[in-house]
């Protein structure tokens, strides 16, 4: 069965830039589109569903398990292009998302953009203990071992995609705030999901605010 690009649109919604988008990946691919105007689409022999970002209601996110595949959703004025500025990444580099990592690679090599890995990382619970501010030694060493960890998880990808040009950026943020920071300066932000879950706070958060689409890709 030839996989597609499914754009899942509401022309009474608006929808023209899913639709573009969905048009755009088609050609990145070598694949067809198929257009449904329902939501949830049925994934079926999907490759990549695109939809608008307007046509997921923020209580039916909450209750929505990871999709089948990855599923972009765009909204309906993107600051960016799909071809300028750079793809951006969530990592978890404790428990790394592997079909995220291979997305996001695969999608900064089809435009030939730059891939910007971004980890967000805390203060280990040890720090709340100290009886004034934490010392900048302590600080860079904990920082030092959380930018070994997210070299360790892209090794691999680095080495299947050598032509991508990553930047890995290591940040003491939550995971959406980092990822809400850079979202203005991306053409695409991709996350992980564990299929069988529903979408948790870093997700709802970027469906919430992000201006630009937020790719969101099952376990």
Avoid at 53 to 63: F, I, K, N
Avoid at 148 to 166: E, F, G, I, N, T
Wanted: net charge negative; proline share 10%; charged share 25%.
């Amino acid at each position: 069965m030839q996989r597609v690009i499914l754009a899942g649109v509401d022309p009474a919604a608006g929808g023209r830039a899913a639709a573009d988008w969905a048009e755009d990946e088609a050609i990145l691919r070598d694949l067809p589109v198929r257009v449904v105007r329902a939501w949830p689409p049925d994934p079926g022999e999907a490759r990549v569903t695109v939809t608008g970002l307007g046509l997921v209601p923020e209580d039916t996110a909450a209750r929505a398990e990871a999709p089948a595949c990855p599923l972009i959703l765009v909204p309906e004025a993107p600051a960016r292009s799909n071809r300028t500025g750079g793809i951006t990444l969530g990592v978890d580099a404790r428990r790394p998302a592997d079909a995220a990592i291979d997305f996001a690679f695969e999608s900064a090599r089809l435009r030939c953009l730059r891939l910007h890995a971004v980890h967000a990382w805390a203060l280990p619970p040890s720090a709340a203990e100290l009886p004034f501010a934490v010392p900048e030694e302590d600080r860079a060493t904990w920082e030092d071992h959380e930018v070994q960890l997210l070299a360790d998880a892209l090794r691999p990808w680095r080495a299947k995609y050598p032509d991508v040009q990553v930047f890995q950026d290591v940040v003491l943020f939550t995971p959406s705030e980092a990822l809400l920071h850079h979202s203005p300066h991306a053409a695409l932000v991709v996350v992980g999901h564990r299929r069988g879950s529903a979408w948790g706070d870093t997700t709802r958060s970027l469906l919430r605010a992000t201006t630009c689409p937020v790719a969101v890709v099952p376990s």
